[in-house]
C-alpha cells in the first residue's frame, strides 16, 4: 500500500491532508513536532490507523533530511507522494510597521517550513514508479491584504513555478493546491464558518489518483471545486 508523507500534518491544511490519504486507502508519515503535536492530530482525524509519527524539526537543515534517512534505512515506512502544509503564521502587521525581524519570521515559518522540498525530492525521483509532491499556497499573495503573510506567499507561488518545471520529465507530479477561502479543523469551522478540513481533504483523496494532473495549480474558491478540480498548467515547457 502506498505511502504520504505529511509535512505540516497536524494545521488545518495538514489535517485535510492526511484525512484526504487516509480515505483513498493509503498510509500516513505524518511529520511533527513533538508528542503534543501528535496528540492533536489524532484528536482531529479521530483515529490512530493508517498514521505513522515522527518527530522532527521542519526548520532545520537535518529535519526532514533525517526523517528521509530513517526511511532509506527501513525504520520508516516507505513513501511515494508527498503533501507539504506547514506555515500558517498569519498577521495584521501594516506592511509600513512590519520590522525586518518580523519578516524574517514570517518567512522561516511559512516558506521555509516548505522547503523540505529539497529532502526529499531525491528520494521521489529515483523511484521507478509515479510519485508525486503537492505544495499548498493561498490567495493572499495575490490580494494583498495582509503583508507578511501575502509576502510570504510570493516565494511560494516561484518554488512552485520551479519544480513545475524541473520535474515535469521526470516521474515526480508537482503540483501547487490553491486556496482562495479558509479552511479550518471541522471543530474550528464549525465555530466560524470557514471550510471544513474533512471536506478540504476531498481534493487530497482526489490528487492520488490524478496522474492527468502534473505541474498545475489547482484552484480551490468554494465547495464546488472539491468535487469538480479546476486545474490548469502552471507552465508551458
Ligand atoms: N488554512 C487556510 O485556509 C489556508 C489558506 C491558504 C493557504 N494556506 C497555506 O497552508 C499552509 C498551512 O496553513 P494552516 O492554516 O494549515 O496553518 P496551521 O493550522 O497554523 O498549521 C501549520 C502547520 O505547520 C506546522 N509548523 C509551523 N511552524 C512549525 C515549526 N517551526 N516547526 C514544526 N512545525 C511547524 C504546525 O505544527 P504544530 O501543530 O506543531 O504547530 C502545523 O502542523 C500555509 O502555508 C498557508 O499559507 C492555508
Redesign the pocket.
Known amino acids: 500500500m502506498e505511502t504520504v508523507l505529511v509535512v505540516?500534518?497536524?494545521?488545518?491544511?495538514?489535517v485535510a491532508a492526511v484525512l484526504g490519504v487516509l480515505r483513498a486507502k493509503r498510509n500516513v508519515l505524518a511529520v511533527?513536532?513533538?508528542q503534543a503535536?501528535a496528540d492533536?492530530l489524532f484528536q482531529h482525524v479521530k483515529s490512530k490507523d493508517g498514521i505513522t509519527i515522527v518527530e522532527a524539526?521542519?526548520?532545520a537543515e537535518e529535519g526532514v533530511r533525517g526523517v528521509v534517512d530513517q526511511v532509506r534505512a527501513g525504520k520508516l515506512p516507505a513513501f511515494q507522494h508527498v503533501y507539504a502544509?506547514?506555515?500558517?503564521?498569519y498577521g495584521a502587521t501594516l506592511l509600513r510597521d512590519l520590522t525586518t525581524s518580523e519578516l524574517r519570521k514570517f518567512m522561516a515559518?511559512?516558506f521555509e517550513?516548505?522547503f523540505p522540498y529539497r529532502a526529499s525530492i531525491p528520494y521521489l525521483l529515483e523511484q521507478s514508479g509515479p510519485t508525486s509532491f503537492t505544495l499548498?499556497?493561498?490567495?493572499?499573495g495575490d490580494i494583498g491584504a495582509r503583508a507578511a503573510?501575502a509576502i510570504t506567499?510570493g516565494p511560494?507561488f516561484s518554488m512552485a513555478n520551479v519544480a513545475c518545471r524541473d520535474n515535469e520529465n521526470t516521474n515526480v507530479r508537482f503540483n501547487e493546491v490553491y486556496?482562495q477561502?479558509?479552511?479550518?479543523v471541522d471543530s474550528s469551522a464549525e465555530k466560524t464558518g470557514?471550510m471544513k478540513a474533512s471536506d478540504f481533504a476531498h481534493v487530497y483523496t482526489e490528487l492520488l489518483s490524478r496522474p492527468d494532473i502534473k505541474s498545475c495549480r489547482i484552484s480551490v474558491a468554494t465547495k464546488n471545486d472539491l468535487t469538480d478540480l479546476k486545474y490548469k498548467k502552471k507552465i508551458t515547457c
Open positions: 505540516g500534518a497536524t494545521g488545518n491544511i495538514g511533527v513536532r513533538n503535536s492533536k524539526d521542519i526548520m502544509a506547514a506555515g500558517g503564521a515559518i511559512n517550513s516548505n499548498c499556497t493561498g490567495s493572499q503573510p506567499q511560494l486556496l477561502t479558509r479552511v479550518e470557514a
